[in-house]
C-alpha cells in the first residue's frame, strides 16, 4: 500500500488555500499526479508545509512525521510537492533537494491539475 505525504507552502497553506482543498480533491479523485495510483490501494498520510522559506524546516518536520508515526508501524512511501511549492516557490530546487535528501522515498513533483486561469472572474 503507498502512504502519501504531500508537502506544500506555509505561506499558501497558511493564507491562500483554504485548507489546501485542491490537493484533497485531486487525491480523492486520484487526479492529476495521483492518476499514477489509480487501481492501487492508497492512502494520505499527511498534509504538512514546508516550514517557511526556504524550506527552513522541512527536515526537522519530515523526522517528525517519521517519528510520530513509528509507534503505529505508519510509514511513508511517497512525497508530492504541491502544486503551490511547484508552481510558484523561488526556493523549489532548495525544497526538492532537502526533501529528497531526508524522505528516503520517491519524491514528486506536483499534486492536483486545478489551477485556475482567472481565479477572481
Given amino acids: 500500500m503507498e502512504k502519501i505525504l504531500i508537502v506544500g507552502c506555509k505561506k499558501a497553506m497558511d493564507d491562500v488555500c483554504i485548507g489546501c482543498s ?9 487526479d492529476g499526479e495521483f492518476k499514477r495510483y489509480k487501481g492501487r490501494d492508497v492512502q494520505l ?5 514546508c516550514g517557511d522559506c526556504p524550506g527552513a524546516t522541512i527536515v526537522t ?5 517519521s517519528l510520530w ?8 512511501t ?3 510537492v504541491a502544486a503551490c511549492n511547484m508552481d510558484h516557490c523561488p526556493h523549489k530546487e532548495t525544497l526538492l533537494n532537502k526533501i529528497r535528501v ?20
Fill in 45 to 49: 498520510l499527511g498534509l504538512l508545509n
Fill in 78 to 80: 511517497k512525497v508530492h
Fill in 22 to 30: 485542491r490537493c484533497l480533491v485531486g487525491f480523492n479523485r486520484l
Fill in 102 to 121: 531526508k524522505a528516503g522515498v520517491e519524491v514528486i513533483e506536483g499534486t492536483h491539475p486545478y489551477k485556475p486561469e482567472e481565479i477572481f472572474t
Fill in 61 to 65: 518536520r519530515l523526522a517528525q512525521i
Fill in 69 to 76: 508515526n513509528k509507534p503505529m508501524q505508519e510509514k511513508i
